[in-house]
Nanobody, 123 residues
Framework: VALVESGGGLVQAGGSLRLSCAASGFTLDSKIGWFRQAPGKQREGVQCISSDGNIHFADSVKGRFTISRDNAKNTLYLQMNSLKPEDTAVYYC???????????????????WGQGTQVTVSS
């Protein structure tokens, strides 16, 4: 299993970025998603897709982030709009044992993830 994220960068508040995650060694039809980790903070699930295609998201990104996957390219995406300084973090795509939201937060059951891509939002 290999996951390679790309697309991060520096953007002003209110801007947009699109992250990509190329997968190899397995197909993206399993449970998969994005989580992020800011310095000194616990990692936070952002969005995930279940095996049957259901999408779940954390309350913190509701209405702003959109996860999608291209099965033909075996690639996962995260479109991030209306970015805020608090979105600054390293973003990882990851396989997961579940895609479930509890009290507005995605359960952390990640199996494997890539090296991450840095997203920095300036105010």
């Amino acid at each position: 299993v290999a996951l390679v994220e790309s697309g991060g960068g520096l953007v002003q508040a209110g801007g947009s970025l699109r992250l990509s995650c190329a997968a190899s060694g397995f197909t993206l039809d399993s449970k998969i998603g994005w989580f992020r980790q800011a310095p000194g903070k616990q990692r936070e699930g952002v969005q995930c897709i279940s095996s049957d295609g259901n999408i779940h998201f954390a309350d913190s990104v509701k209405g702003r982030f959109t996860i999608s996957r291209d099965n033909a390219k075996n690639t996962l995406y995260l479109q991030m709009n209306s970015l805020k300084p608090e979105d600054t973090a390293v973003y990882y795509c990851a396989t997961s044992q579940t895609c479930t939201v509890v009290r507005g937060r995605i359960l952390d059951r990640y199996d494997s993830w890539g090296q991450g891509t840095q997203v920095t939002v300036s105010s």
